[in-house]
């Protein structure tokens, strides 16, 4: 009887721990637009054709302004959902 509420037991925090882990990221919905490229649905880094880096966000999710190439080096702005920003020093835009 004490190995089945052990067996029980260790089932039950198996279901609880699958349920409570996250599943993973998915891409933002909406338009990305940086410089005079859009980006439907937008996941992963993203360089720009012109300077300063243009970036409108039309997403759900923040974008992240990177001033390296490849969203490499420092964050140098965030674009939440809805704004827009011109970035002299800008380089590469990230986005969840």
């Known amino acids: 009887m004490r190995r089945i ?9 198996a279901a609880v721990v699958a349920v409570a ?28 054709d012109i300077w300063p880096l243009i970036v409108e966000n039309r997403t759900d999710q923040p974008a992240q302004v990177y001033d390296q190439p490849g969203c490499a080096g420092s964050v140098i702005s965030v674009v939440n959902p809805g ?5 002299e020093f800008g380089a590469s835009v990230g986005i969840a």
């Open 5 to 13: 509420s052990k067996a029980l037991g260790a089932v039950a925090l």
């Open 83 to 87: 704004e827009t920003g011109t970035f």
């Open 21 to 48: 882990v996250p599943g993973s990221a998915q891409a933002a919905t909406g338009q990305l637009r940086v410089g005079f490229k859009s980006y439907d649905n937008p996941s992963g880094c993203y360089g720009s």
